[in-house]
């Protein structure tokens, strides 16, 4: 069980061993009636701040829990340049210019990726005027083997009208298999 739930539990087991308890009339006050409304407003208002810290907790704890899996999805700068980087080392070998790595397209690669993982569609985005190479696997430097093996999507990163380009990944799963899905995007 992970921390986040176990604290959660903890959390809610806490809220519901809340118990209202109310004190008998003392002697400085003789009115019963009186001094139980007093004791339980003074019980509702210590129960009412106990549900608000629980509350406030609980959403803490299902913030951290989001945060942590999205995290787990977003492409890492390192990741992006090194593919890249393979990339135009590649063209580089074949005598070609290499591609302007673009922000823009780094963020569509990416959105792209976790689309697919969301939808669990494996297809291309089919964006205007946007080449594309997608892959899922092991590793973001898995795909660039991926595709340097492929005559496509080889012939793709091979294009010597390529101008800028851009990769993203995502973390997922796809027909039960957990892997990365990789996007690679290039304008010409």
């Given amino acids: 069980m992970s921390r986040i739930r176990r604290a959660l539990i903890a959390t809610m087991t806490a809220a519901t061993a809340m118990t209202l308890t109310v004190a008998p009339a003392t002697a400085q006050n003789s009115n019963p009636q009186q001094a139980i409304t007093r004791n339980v407003n003074a019980a509702a208002a210590d129960i009412n701040r106990q549900v608000q810290q629980v509350a406030a907790l609980s959403s803490l704890l299902i913030l ?3 945060n942590s899996n999205t995290g787990a999805q977003q492409s890492t700068a390192s990741d992006q340049t090194a593919v890249l980087n393979r ?3 590649y063209r580089r070998s074949k005598g070609l210019k290499p591609c302007t790595p673009s922000a823009k397209l780094n963020a569509d690669s990416t959105r792209w990726a976790q689309t697919m993982n969301r939808t669990q569609r494996f297809e291309h985005s089919g964006y205007p005027g946007v080449g594309e190479n ?3 696997g092991a590793s ?3 795909a ?3 595709w340097r093996n492929s005559p496509g999507h080889n012939r793709n990163m091979l294009d010597s009208r390529m101008r800028t380009c851009g990769v993203g990944f995502a973390k997922g799963t796809y027909q039960g298999h957990s892997g990365t899905y990789s996007v690679f995007q290039f304008t010409i």
Wanted: no cysteine; proline share 7%.
């Fill in 134 to 136: 997608i892959a899922f």
């Fill in 87 to 89: 990339i135009n080392e």
């Fill in 64 to 66: 951290a829990a989001a």
């Fill in 140 to 142: 973001p430097s898995r």
């Fill in 144 to 146: 660039f083997d991926q």
